[in-house]
């Protein structure tokens, strides 16, 4: 099983910063099937990337992926306050998946 | 739309059965995988498994091999999440979400959610 671990556990910002998250997986996560989600309190999550780079749809082009094999990352270029919330990695392999444990992006 | 329905929120005591479900309509339900999600309160997301209803072919993650039961009913368009007894530590919040194939097995519908107290 595929270990995802997320950097840093909690990221204090102020709107109109640029935000870094980072996903590292314990073994190479195949064909790039690494997806981040966004989740809000009361809310289920949200996809916002797949396929490591690639938005979801209706996703606002300040949101991007990056990354192969172990290392990923996730950018939010431009905070917006509707941005403040838990973001997770989450990888598919051999009809398996497994979630990092989540970046918590709160205002600083 | 596409949308996936869940049923609504369950209180049960422990050592009880519990079969949750999940109603998906406004695509072919047969074609996608569906998965189940849970989240314990205050915690992160957790991969429970999947099925993929036109084939009822199931996958478990090893954390939850044999501790719940995942199937669906196609003619219904239904996926199930079930319990035969249910403990204390089975609370939590359930998912389920389609996942696609040509987004890479990304969840792209997720399910509103059922909440699963377990409690004497």
């Given at each position: 099983e595929i270990v995802l671990t997320q950097s840093p556990g909690t990221l204090s910002l102020s709107p109109g910063e640029r935000a870094t998250l980072s996903c590292r997986a314990s073994q190479s996560v195949s064909s790039s099937y690494l997806a981040w989600y966004q989740q809000k309190p009361g809310q289920a999550p949200r996809l916002l990337i797949y396929g490591a780079s690639s938005r979801a749809t209706?996703?606002?082009?300040r949101f991007s992926g990056s990354g192969s094999g172990t290392d990923f990352t996730l950018t939010i270029s431009r905070l917006e306050p509707e941005d403040f919330a838990v973001y997770y990695c989450q990888q598919y392999g051999s009809g398996l998946g497994t979630f990092g444990q989540g970046t918590k992006v709160e205002i600083k | 739309e596409v949308q996936l329905v869940q049923s609504g929120a369950e209180v049960k005591k422990p050592g009880e059965s519990l079969k949750i479900s999940c109603k998906g309509s406004g695509?072919?339900?047969?074609?996608h995988w569906i998965g189940w999600v849970r989240q314990m309160p205050g915690k992160g997301l957790e991969w429970m498994g999947i099925i993929?209803?036109?084939?009822?072919d199931t996958r478990y993650s090893p954390s939850f091999q044999g501790q719940v039961t995942i199937s669906a009913d196609k003619s219904i368009s239904t996926a199930y999440l079930q319990w035969s007894s249910l403990k204390a530590s089975d609370t939590a919040m359930y998912y389920c979400a389609r996942l696609v194939f040509i987004l890479?097995?990304?969840?792209d519908v997720w399910g509103q959610g059922t909440t699963v107290t377990v409690s004497s």
């Open positions: 209706a996703i606002p082009d | 695509y072919s339900f047969t074609s993929y209803p036109g084939d009822s890479k097995w990304g969840m």
